[in-house]
């Protein structure tokens, strides 16, 4: 099981903290669940946002999630 935890922005355009995603899915299709399952506004955020899988960058949307994984969700940030 995949679980994706939503920080700042996207926890607040998903509406819960995180959610259990079944495996088997590169990030480009674990994006699209999470915009069928929680709404265009999230998506807005997941086009913009960083992600980091067991704490490291992923950056290659098309590469298959490591099972299990947890997930980060991390939207732009400002400040300085």
Known sequence: MLTVRYFAGARAAAGVAE???PPG???HQLTA???AR???RLGRVLGTASFLVDG???RDRDRPLP???VVDVLPPF???
Do not use: I, K, M
């Open 33 to 35: 669940t999470l915009v």
């Open 56 to 58: 490291l960058a992923w």
């Open 78 to 80: 400002a400040g300085g």
């Open 19 to 21: 959610d259990q995603v």
């Open 25 to 27: 899915c590169t990030l």
């Open 67 to 69: 099972d299990p994984a």
């Open 38 to 40: 929680r709404g265009e």
